[in-house]
């Protein structure tokens, strides 16, 4: 698992941090006993809800049926958020929920995500939407 130490990097060292993308079902499920070995994660969200939902995200047969405020997707995403915060580390999410959705953005910032990647046209309005759902 810890590949980077053969290439002569250090975690730690002159603050060097390892983080894991969570992904996977699995890596979510397992979030505490990864956060042992990492310092942070990352959720791929396009990966998540393909994963959790049991759906090809390219297929023109069920594309109607991704969604990441899926019920599922959300509880997946709110265990590798809580699980991270437990142990106390960071997590971030990348992937198109949150520049798509403002209400899915919402739901992370409310459940004390650490960062969001989002598409440039989305960033001001959601940097906005965090100042107020944070501003309580």
């Known amino acids: 698992m810890q590949r980077w130490l053969k290439n002569g990097l250090k975690q730690g060292v002159n603050g060097l941090q ?25 959720i791929g969200s396009n990966d998540l809800t393909q994963l959790t939902l049991g759906l090809d995200r390219d297929s023109a047969l069920v594309a109607q049926l991704f969604d990441e405020r899926n019920e599922g997707v959300k509880r997946m995403v709110k265990l590798a958020i809580e699980t991270a915060k437990k ?34 046209d989305s960033v001001l309005k ?10 309580g």
């Open 87 to 120: 142990k106390g580390r960071k997590i971030g999410i990348c992937g198109q929920a949150p520049s798509d959705y403002p209400e899915f953005a919402k739901f992370l910032v409310e459940l004390g995500i650490d960062s969001m990647s989002l598409n440039p």
């Open 18 to 42: 390892i983080y894991v993308m969570c992904e996977l079902p699995s890596n979510v499920i397992l979030a505490d006993q990864f956060a042992d070995v990492f310092d942070g994660f990352s």
């Open 126 to 135: 959601t940097l906005l939407m965090v100042a107020e759902v944070e501003k």
